[in-house]
């Protein structure tokens, strides 16, 4: 009871802090401007990967015809030169210039010259399908594809930058938020005074985390409501976000104890989020990943929570993701509370 | 006047070498720049993944290599398992019916597509289409380009926060107090303490770039580039430290306005060209543009940029004496 008592004290107290600092005016201003960002300047079409562009050169234009149907045209222009001058703006373009006739079918594939040499076979296998569709020269498949679940259309990119906010920001406010309020307690002695007080390490972490959570919690809300809505999703959602707001923020505890200033540990915290950011480069090209990606918690959690705002079909994926957090979790609980007690807690022992 | 702000930037540097925080600031960001240079080189050769499994001939397993990276699982279990993770990875099998490409469903139309085109090109043997490469030359991709570039206007962003947390230092142990009694002068405080922030913006932009892309570039023209963005390190620096009072406000600080500071150069790579000129009355559109043309566009001038971006930093700056005069009481 007292113990409970102590703790529930604590997190008022923090609480008060918090939000004394403006740590919810963040929260909040941060929400504003990405729903902002999210709902009207970030466009639904953004081409990330190299753009291709095609010249039909060819007796039929029936390859013009097959990009045409498939809602392509914007692909297509209409002489090499203006290809030719396109590229040489713009080095992110490769050009496919597709000539002859069903007869003689050829193509010359302009490009930049670093590309790899694979994405470059890959590319001219692809345009034989192309060449083989548009102009019916009636090859036959080798193989059949086998879909394990229904063909889903494609996210707008600007709603898939929702879980990429969510995850991002989560890892870094968990981060630095409870290094800020560590770092506060030293320079004003209030640790000093906690150190003599009956409440322990387990008060001190889990009081912290509860805030951090509470903070990140208001975030996800503020976020997701304005640009999904009330979606039933966001149950599942939101336990994901509280776990990993709480790996955060042991994390950023378990370290930032062994520092003596936010003004030396703030570039740590921004290695820290450079290395949990790597993974997105995987979330922006999925035939991308690293192995050392796997090791990530944000790599699973952005993935795990753009399906689960926007499913796909993709199942037996949450649980295993949770539990796997929440066993992260444990381990950075327990180092925190070694780290919180030897450099933090000890001088009262 | 001199004498004044060498003296509060001895103190300074004084204070940032007993505590570390010299090295933290100049060994972080370089770790950083470390770090994309050991992550670039894999995403400059970004290739695609095809998942095989063991009924797939060795032969044709082997031509798969000169597509892409190749993975080998055994048992059609064991391959759904993997087509099913959170990446695009088309698995191939076959069995009595033939060859069969295994997708989840939401992967992108060219991973649906391409491992069917590359069984055909294998296994017909023969050319379909006649296909010639035509390379432009152009030795290295933008990925590693743009990572100098946002790394540079990262170093900018550290030496503002330098300047940031130096002043709010001096705001929370109340050092301003003491000063205030001093020959000191707000023009000459903030003079003094910027000059550590400048340095070790100017110090991380060069020695990050030497680490991403060593001497491909003209290092002349980088400094000219960077110098003229340190407005950027004093807008961001004296911005925060004009609005906060102490480090957790500070760090709230930091947070709202590293949205537009990173954000915009971050934008400017993926936007349209018809649309930049949105950004025109930001510095930090300026500063890219100068950056970029020193890393990309080589050939073209960078004086009127630089000019561009050391005005409207100076534009921005100047609104901002006021309040700080009035804030510091010197």
Partial sequence: MTARRGFCSLLKQDLVVAYRNGFFLVVVGLAVIFVILVRFVIPSEVKITPREYVVDLTEEQTIADLFMKKGLADILLPSEDALLSLMQEDRNTIGIVFRGSRENPTAVIHHQGHEPKKALNALSAAVSLVWNEAGALGRPSFSTPVLLRPESGKLPFNLSMIPLLIVTEVVLLGFLFVAVMVFQEKAEGSINAYRVSPRGTWTYIFSKSVTNVVLALCYGLLLFLPTIGPAPTLAAVLPLVTVASFLMTVTGLSVSVFFNSLSDFIYVALLVFVLFCLPVASYFFPAFKMPVFELIPSYPLMFGIREILFPTGKTGFYLPMLIRLAAESVVALLVAAWAVNRNLLKEAR | MLRRIVNVVARDLRYAQRENILIYVIAFPLLIAVLLNLFLPSLEDMEMTFALDSTVPKGIAEEFKTYGRVEYHDGLDRLTERVLEFDDVPGIYVDEQGYHVLLEGNEASFVRELPGAILDQLLYG?????????????????????????????????????????????????????????????????????????????????????????????????????????????????????????????????????????????????????????????????????????????????????????????????????????????
């Avoid at chain 2, 540079?152 to 030496?159: F, K």
């Avoid at chain 2, 050092?175 to 110090?203: C, F, I, Q």
């Fill in chain 2, 126 to 330: 023969q050319e379909l289409v006649t296909v010639k490469m035509e390379s432009h030359g152009v030795g290295s991709s933008l990925t590693r380009e743009f990572a100098v570039i946002l790394t540079i206007l990262g170093s900018m962003i550290t030496g503002g926060l330098v300047i940031a947390f130096s002043i709010v230092e001096d705001r929370a142990s109340r050092s301003l107090r003491a000063l205030a009694v001093s020959p000191l002068n707000t023009l000459e405080y903030l003079l003094a303490k910027s000059a550590l922030g400048s340095l070790v913006a100017l110090v991380l932009s060069l020695a990050s770039a030497f680490v991403l892309v060593g001497t491909a570039i003209n290092y002349v023209r980088l400094t000219a580039a960077s110098l003229s963005s340190l407005g950027i390190t004093l807008l961001f620096g004296l911005l925060i430290g004009l609005v906060a009072h102490n480090q957790l406000t500070a760090i709230a600080a930091t947070k709202i306005l590293i949205l537009p500071f990173m954000g915009v150069p971050v934008a400017l790579i993926f936007i349209p060209q018809g649309i930049k000129s949105m950004f025109y009355p930001f510095p930090m559109y300026w500063s890219f543009e100068s950056l970029y043309r020193v890393v990309v566009s080589t050939d073209l001038p960078i004086a009127a940029t630089n000019v561009l971006c050391i005005g409207l930093s100076v534009a921005l700056i100047l609104p901002l004496i006021p309040g700080l005069r009035r804030a510091f009481r010197l």
